[in-house]
């Protein structure tokens, strides 16, 4: 069964950083791409952010590029989200999930990043 | 950017009622699109991949049909599990866009 744990959410100040992780399970994880997605509270689903099985490439929406860094570690079945710089607007829900066919097939459950003072 | 537009933006109806969700794309995007249902506190799923392939262990009573910028989604008989809300989103370039959703209620 796939399995997809987000962590790593929290309150956090106007230009502060978290990392968020997502650990999968119930597949091989370094043969598929995987992305972000957030939610603001109240709010429709925006892509933030997907990087290759190897690595190797990495995508991010303008409005993150720069201050938001996906990564992973197939050794460790795990994606990551360096969050830097980080505004109030980048308040959400923030999902892992894993693609499939150009669609996102899998979700975790998400965590919740909350930027205020 | 490819702008993925939803109508209606929220709907009523009743248990036994066929609906149709329209996604309308800004540029063509072949048959990349999926779409997804929410309910509240938890996370989106798939429901239609790649314009109307059925991911598996949905119900038959979700359709989806459309290719270029024109794209439904139909639910044949509501069921009250059907009460969610639903978003189509576009696979065919990065930035990947999600439509705004639409709220589908219970009349």
């Known amino acids: 069964e796939v399995q997809l744990l987000e962590s790593g959410g929290g309150l956090v100040q106007p230009g502060g950083s978290l990392r968020l992780s997502c650990a999968a399970s119930?597949?091989?994880?370094?043969?598929?791409?995987m992305s972000w997605v957030r939610q603001a509270p109240g709010r429709g689903l925006e892509w933030v952010s997907s990087i290759s099985a190897s690595g190797d490439t990495t995508y991010y929406a303008d409005s993150v590029k720069g201050r938001l860094t996906i990564s992973r570690d197939n050794s460790k079945n795990t994606l990551y989200l360096q969050m830097n710089s980080l505004r109030a607007d980048d308040t959400a829900i923030y999902y892992c999930a894993k693609e499939d066919g150009s669609n996102f097939h899998y979700w975790g459950q998400g965590t919740l990043v909350t930027v205020s003072s | 950017d490819i702008q993925m537009t939803q109508s209606p933006s929220s709907l009523s109806a009743s248990v036994g009622d066929r609906v149709t969700i329209t996604c309308r794309a800004s540029?063509?995007?072949?048959?990349?699109l999926n779409w997804y249902q929410q309910k509240p506190g938890k996370a989106p799923k798939v429901l239609i991949y790649?314009?109307?392939t059925l991911q598996s262990g949905v119900p038959s009573r979700f359709s989806g049909s459309g290719s270029g910028t024109d794209f439904t989604l139909t639910i044949s008989s509501l069921q009250p599990e059907d009460f969610a809300t639903y978003y189509c989103?576009?696979?065919?370039?990065?930035?990947?866009?999600f439509g705004q959703g639409t709220k589908l209620e219970i009349k």
């Open positions: 790649a314009a109307s």
């Open positions: 540029q063509t995007i072949s048959s990349y």
């Open positions: 119930g597949f091989t994880f370094s043969t598929y791409d």
């Open positions: 989103q576009q696979s065919y370039s990065t930035p990947y866009t």
